[in-house]
């Protein structure tokens, strides 16, 4: 028990460089993203920006989406038959998922495209020209998205999220620059088209370095194709991602039906700067969600335990001391926004709260997603968002803005102590940063 504790304890030891790289790729990404959107919207004005904005959201969110949860489903399955030294559905799985999700996101596309060709006037003339090049994107973005998950299951995390995160964002950047400064207009189609072109360039970029190091691995072996296995553990991955990634934007979104769009946009100034928080999280679920999996299988549950028990205390640490530094900075960084931002400082404080609550429940909602009881996950992950829309509706009348940050706190630290419970009572393993 001690020595597979102590290799739990080291292994994840050295994980935490990595960790922090991954922090700082995110970290780097946002203020690219940042300096980005500035530049975009000064450079095309309110209008074109909008257009180019909301088409940029959907495609990120149906692309994604595009992958039916096998981008995570690689975390879990590519270091399970590495562990178990199972080439065939390994390679199985990396044929079937890239072209499951180029298919899906080029269906997805080709039924946009042909509701905008049968229905004209859906959308206007300026719209549909940028829509029908993001039609382009739409499949691009699925399969780097499933690279990224790829990655992330061989444990190659730096590769998962460089390529994606920052390497496409200035490239976009630099793009729309270059395309303004030769003389083409700044509008929203080629914008989209800068996306395009930066999307496929991280793409192959990504994706050669990526097949490189598999060639260098393969052996030669039959491919197996165990699809319905796979997509019955990707299929709730998938509910839980999008549901998790609705906890980001609910609020937002009821808000915009019950108050004024100034009031709602110091709110969202507020959450943008959460996300510094939230990337602390991330940073560490990229660099142990498929270990979980690699320790399962080879049946390692010292190891597993000790990994579990150190990685919660060090991503608890990690989201209390960056939460703090966000509120403290907060005056200055919401002040960028404008003056009347300020007032936002409480509201951050209490969303900063419900995360650093919920970073104390440990990594419960990984451990269930790696170790099959992804189906409870999901369940419950759903029973929660609807229970934030309730309670947001509930106290937003009551407290106002103060009400949506209340309650989305309150669902953020109720899901960590959830699915802690959860992951307790299914799989038998202590997630709280400080559990004994």
Known sequence: MAAGASLGEAEAGGRAGTALAVFGVRIAAAACAFVAQVLMARLMGAGEYGIFATIWVWTALLGHASTWGLSQAACRFLPTYRAKEAGGPARGFLVFGAVFSLAAAAALAVIG???????PGLVTGAQTAAILVAAL?????ALQDFCEGVARGRDWTLLAVAPPYLLRQGLIMGLMLAAVGIGAPAEASVAVACTLAATALSLAFQAAILLRRLAAEARPTRALYPWRDWMRAALPMALIDLAGSGFNFVDVLVLGFLLPPAEVGAYFAATRLLQFVVFVQYAASSVTAQRFAGAQARGDRAGLEALVRRWSRLTFLATLATGLAVVAAGPLLLGLFGPDFRAALPLLAVLVAGHGLAAACGPAEDLLT???????CAAVTVALLAAAVLLTLALVPLLGLGGAALAAALVTAGRGGVLAVLAHRRLG????????
């Open 429 to 436: 393993l202590l997630t709280p940063a400080f559990a004994r």
């Open 370 to 376: 790696m170790l099959g009881a992804e189906r409870a």
């Open 113 to 119: 495209a042909a509701v905008l060709w049968f229905v």
């Open 137 to 141: 994107v739409l499949p691009l973005f």
